[in-house]
Protein backbone atom coordinates (compact mmCIF):
# COMPACT_ATOMS: atom_id res chain seq x y z
CA UNK A 1 0.00 0.00 0.00
CA UNK A 2 1.24 3.47 -0.84
CA UNK A 3 1.08 6.18 1.11
CA UNK A 4 -1.25 9.05 -0.79
CA UNK A 5 0.70 12.52 -0.73
CA UNK A 6 0.34 13.84 -3.55
CA UNK A 7 -2.90 12.42 -5.56
CA UNK A 8 -2.10 11.73 -9.09
CA UNK A 9 -4.34 10.53 -11.35
CA UNK A 10 -5.00 6.73 -11.93
CA UNK A 11 -4.50 6.00 -15.14
CA UNK A 12 -1.25 5.18 -15.75
CA UNK A 13 -1.10 6.50 -19.21
CA UNK A 14 -2.22 9.90 -17.51
CA UNK A 15 -1.04 10.36 -14.09
CA UNK A 16 -1.93 14.21 -13.86
CA UNK A 17 -1.66 15.55 -10.28
CA UNK A 18 -5.24 15.97 -8.64
CA UNK A 19 -4.27 17.75 -5.62
CA UNK A 20 -5.28 21.20 -6.80
CA UNK A 21 -8.65 19.80 -8.26
CA UNK A 22 -11.61 20.26 -6.46
CA UNK A 23 -12.98 16.63 -5.58
CA UNK A 24 -16.46 15.71 -7.69
CA UNK A 25 -17.74 14.05 -4.53
CA UNK A 26 -16.30 14.01 -0.81
CA UNK A 27 -17.99 11.74 1.39
CA UNK A 28 -17.33 10.73 5.09
CA UNK A 29 -17.22 6.89 6.20
CA UNK A 30 -16.25 5.26 9.71
CA UNK A 31 -12.38 5.02 8.65
CA UNK A 32 -11.85 8.69 7.26
CA UNK A 33 -12.34 10.87 4.46
CA UNK A 34 -12.95 9.94 0.66
CA UNK A 35 -12.62 12.02 -1.92
CA UNK A 36 -13.54 11.32 -6.07
CA UNK A 37 -11.57 13.15 -8.28
CA UNK A 38 -12.40 12.96 -12.08
CA UNK A 39 -9.80 13.43 -14.06
CA UNK A 40 -9.80 15.43 -17.30
CA UNK A 41 -8.67 11.97 -18.85
CA UNK A 42 -12.09 10.61 -17.48
CA UNK A 43 -10.64 8.57 -14.78
CA UNK A 44 -12.32 8.93 -11.66
CA UNK A 45 -9.70 8.72 -8.57
CA UNK A 46 -10.36 7.81 -5.09
CA UNK A 47 -8.77 8.78 -2.21
CA UNK A 48 -8.63 7.90 1.60
CA UNK A 49 -7.84 10.58 4.08
CA UNK A 50 -7.58 8.75 7.75
CA UNK A 51 -8.63 9.94 10.39
CA UNK A 52 -5.16 10.53 12.84
ZN1 LIG B 1 -6.20 11.30 -15.96
Known amino acids: MMEQLGTTCE ?11 EPMLVYETEYGERRAYE ?3 GTVTVTVHRRE
Not at 11 to 21: I, Q, T, V, Y
Open 11 to 21: NESCERPLGDE
Open 39 to 41: CRC
